[in-house]
């Protein structure tokens, strides 16, 4: 492909993207995605980077209000669970979209997937803020096939060190995934 046919085939992309289209606005939508990436983990005792995880998502939305279950499991015995509650927003067309969102709710971690089998806890439970973006192009009717990216900060109970220790365990995580979406809006 010469640069010209090239230059032509990214302008003509371009401009499918900024054209104005009817924009598919649901007041109100369910959905499941399920999905597979990597997560990076900070703080005292966590492992730096999982070796992959593969999960699920179960959801809704109202305007701009949205709730869902977010479970992901590393192998083994690693396993991370959210229910978060917050708000989103999309931009775009119905053909290519982008969506903030943030939140925050509650986490669960088996096996050390957050912070490490430093701690001899099986699972550990606490709060969780996070926030995330992802880039979705609609490749069906109802069908999404996404590029996302997440990150939170949580608390997790923890073994107490110490008299001076207060039990807890906080750290940060990125997520990045892979996700295909099925999505009903009205």
Same mark, same amino acid.
């Given at each position: 492909m010469s640069w010209k046919s090239g230059s032509a085939a990214l302008a003509l992309a371009v401009v499918g993207l900024v054209v104005p289209r009817a924009a598919r606005a649901d007041?109100?939508?369910?959905?499941?995605?399920?999905?597979g990436g990597v997560t990076t983990s900070g703080g005292t005792g @966590?492992?730096?980077? @999982?070796?992959? #995880?593969?999960?699920?998502? /179960? #959801? +809704?939305?109202? /305007? &701009?209000? *949205?709730?869902?279950?977010?479970?992901?499991?590393f192998g083994g015995s690693g396993a991370i669970s959210r229910g978060i509650g917050g708000l989103r927003a999309g931009f775009g067309s119905s053909d290519v979209r982008l969506v903030l969102r943030a939140g925050g709710g509650v986490i669960s971690e088996r096996g050390g997937a957050l912070t490490g089998n430093s701690f001899e806890v099986g699972t550990r439970t606490g709060g969780v803020g996070r926030i995330g973006a992802a880039l *979705? +192009?609609?490749?069906?009717?109802?069908?999404?096939?996404?590029?996302? &990216?997440? +990150? *939170?900060?949580?608390?997790? +109970?923890?073994p107490s060190a110490g008299p001076r220790d207060d039990g807890l365990y906080t750290g940060s995580d990125v997520f990045a995934n892979l996700h295909v979406m099925f999505e009903l809006g009205i």
């Open positions: 007041v109100a939508a369910v959905y499941a995605e399920g999905h @966590s492992p730096d980077t @999982s070796p992959g #995880g593969f999960g699920f998502r /179960l #959801g +809704a939305r109202l /305007l &701009i209000f *949205e709730g869902y279950y977010d479970y992901t499991d *979705e +192009a609609q490749v069906a009717p109802a069908v999404l096939l996404g590029l996302g &990216i997440d +990150a *939170e900060t949580f608390i997790l +109970a923890g």
